[in-house]
């Protein structure tokens, strides 16, 4: 029988009924935002001595479940227990006090201090007058009892981030942990330094601890976990040993199956010349741990759709950025209507035909305190049409501003009142309305449904789905697999920086993108 790891309270935890009881359990956990359910009645269950892998897509409730265990949220309704005993931690300290602790994607380090500074720093037990030497013997002890090792006396600030993870984890065990949470834990590690951490979470699995390992990777739960639970849309759809199961099957329950195959766009539509190729493009950032973005190829047509695939943080974000002039790329060429753009600044791209919606809508694409008119003139203030002189002609700009409001069924809008007023949806129809009244002849779209209700999120689509129908080339960034097929012609997966598919949309179903989106190929 597994025992409880070691912990301040270890002694109070050892009674046989405790042993016996999971690590955590929690019965119709809910939580709703401003009326919104991101988790619905999940019932969980973590054993002492395993490793738990909880999967999903990017909003599938995942970290709401984490954050609520760990005392970041409160839950709307539902129950938990630790070691079976109530839990109901109203802080992230008392969560940690409980024994409950997370390892952030960004840690929660000092860099300035060393590794033995950082581990031993707030707890009670350490006299406050200890020597450098004296907290670095008691940081080896803490090392040695959980059998992990980084030298106590460097400074974090000198530390990879597979040792700073590492740091991390060594400062929750000393603090008395017994379940440890690990959100996304190999987001930002080598191969290497990620082997290193499933080696060291297996190893304290074996001692007793509880260990969750929140995941999108297939094959890390294949690689790491003992038992997998997978959430979809805030609710719990499996829950199963990882030696039961597949990746196929883990794909399709975790992206679901009831899309079926192909992308609902007509297969006989046809494309246009080439507007967009990139060839071999890459980002190499100094401060990253592989290429942001690794020799990345891809072409967009003339009235065509091509949606690129993939879970949050797999170079789409880099790639938009490159292709709209925001980051510089290390190597490779972007060719816009045949003419290398790779050096031309944000303003040349747009005037050779290029529009772009971002996906921070609030801080890249409106400027907050100016009208709505301001905001919709926005890249055409120098156009002959609405300028005297150095003067900007009024009357024509309201004009304008009036017939793009109307023709895209912007509500809301009022003479004079700022940009501010406006609800997401409407902010998200201006910001099209202002880049396809240019006419370019490629739009990038970064997650423009993102947030909306279910009618302005259609009517995002429709509108990109007619300007295709005249000849646009649009280039759809979106964590939503169902609109990617839904509406593109091409589509396109990337992976660690890299694109690791691209198929037609009709030839692919969901689950087989889920795949391709987890890294299996």
Same mark, same amino acid.
């Given at each position: ?230 959430? +979809? *849309? #805030?609710?719990? !759809?499996?829950?199963? $040993? %990882? ?6 099957? &883990? =794909? ?48 967009? +047509? *003339? #009235?065509?759709? !091509?949606?690129?695939? $993939? %879970? ?6 880099? &790639? =938009? ?201």
């Amino acid at each position: 029988m597994t025992q409880p790891p070691h912990s301040r309270a270890a002694g109070d935890q050892q009674a046989l009924g405790q042993v016996l009881e999971p690590a955590v359990r929690t019965r119709g956990l809910s939580k709703e935002f401003f009326g919104q359910s991101v988790l619905e009645d999940v019932d969980f269950d973590l054993r002492w001595g395993e490793i738990h892998a909880l999967l999903g897509e990017n909003g599938a409730g995942k970290s709401t479940l984490c954050s609520i265990l760990a005392g970041l949220y409160h839950p709307t309704r539902g129950e938990m227990m630790l070691a079976g005993a109530p839990y109901s931690p109203h802080s992230p300290h008392a969560a940690l006090e409980a024994g409950v602790g997370m390892v952030y994607q960004h840690f929660r380090l000092v860099e300035q201090m060393t590794v033995a500074e950082n581990i031993l720093l707030g707890n009670p037990d350490v006299p406050v007058r200890m020597t450098a030497s004296g907290l670095a013997d008691r940081a080896r002890e803490v090392m040695d009892r959980h059998g992990l090792w980084i030298e106590p006396t460097r400074y974090v600030a000198d530390l990879a981030v597979g040792e700073k993870q590492q740091a991390e984890i060594i400062r929750l065990l000393n603090r008395g942990v017994k379940v440890l949470i690990l959100d996304e834990p190999t987001a930002v590690l080598t191969p290497r330094e990620a082997e290193a951490l499933f080696a060291a979470l297996r190893n304290l699995a074996d001692q007793g601890q509880g260990v969750i390992l929140v995941t999108h990777k297939l094959r890390e739960v294949q690689q790491s976990a003992d038992t997998v639970t997978v959430l +979809r *849309a #805030g609710k719990k !759809v499996a829950h199963q $040993g %990882v030696e039961d199961t597949t990746t196929h099957d &883990l =794909a399709r329950l975790m992206i679901g199956d009831d899309l079926a195959p192909g992308s609902g766009v007509d297969a006989s539509h046809t494309t246009g010349g080439k507007l967009l190729e990139l060839r071999s493009v890459s980002v190499v950032s100094d401060a990253a741990t592989r290429p942001e973005l690794d020799g990345v190829s891809l072409t967009v +047509r *003339a #009235g065509q759709i !091509v949606g690129v695939a $993939g %879970v949050s943080g797999n170079g789409q974000r880099e &790639l =938009a950025e490159v292709i709209t002039g925001l980051r510089t790329t290390t190597s490779g060429t972007i060719r816009l209507r045949g003419e290398d753009i790779s050096s031309q600044t944000i303003g040349g791209r747009i005037n050779r035909g290029m529009g772009f919606v971002p996906e921070d809508r609030l801080t890249r694409g409106l400027v907050l305190g100016l009208e709505i008119e301001d905001n919709v003139l926005l890249r055409s203030q120098r156009d002959r049409e609405f300028r005297i002189g150095p003067f900007l002609r009024l009357s024509a700009i309201r004009q304008w501003a009036r017939r793009l409001i109307d023709r895209f069924d912007i509500r809301g809008v009022r003479k004079g009142l700022p940009i501010s007023v406006l609800s997401g949806g409407n902010l998200q129809r201006l910001i099209l309305a202002r880049e396809l009244s240019r006419q370019p002849a490629l739009l990038g779209a970064s997650e423009p449904t993102r947030g909306r209700d279910v009618g302005a999120a259609e009517a995002v689509r429709t509108t990109l789905k007619t300007d295709r129908g005249r000849g646009v080339g649009i280039l759809l960034f979106s964590g939503d697999l169902e609109e990617v097929l839904g509406i593109s012609d091409e589509v396109v997966v990337m992976y660690e920086g890299r694109i690791v598919a691209s198929r037609p949309a009709a030839e692919v179903d969901a689950a087989q993108v889920g795949r391709w989106m987890a890294g299996v190929t």
